[in-house]
């Protein structure tokens, strides 16, 4: 039973993302509000987490590891259609 529990957290590990390993995210209106680092990734080996304002710009950068983020259907949601 033992060699059961590490294939599901090898599983689980392999789903998560790298924190910090890119130093820049495209992220939608479904990842909203926004932190980092982002729901997915490891936490224990990262910054503590921080929310960002991006629903203004479109654009935020993490203070903590200078990771910026993109909102990439910023005027979909105001009917304007899809950016890019």
Known sequence: M???GASSKEVQAE???QP???NHYRVGRHDLPLSCPLPGMYLWNSHP???LPI???GR???PYCSTSYE???KDRADGAGQVG
Do not use: F
């Open 15 to 17: 789903t998560l993302i």
């Open 20 to 22: 910090n390993t890119s």
């Open 55 to 57: 629903e203004t710009t």
């Open 49 to 51: 987490k921080v929310y």
């Open 71 to 73: 909102l990439v259907d």
């Open 2 to 4: 033992a060699s059961e």
């Open 60 to 62: 935020a950068k993490c």
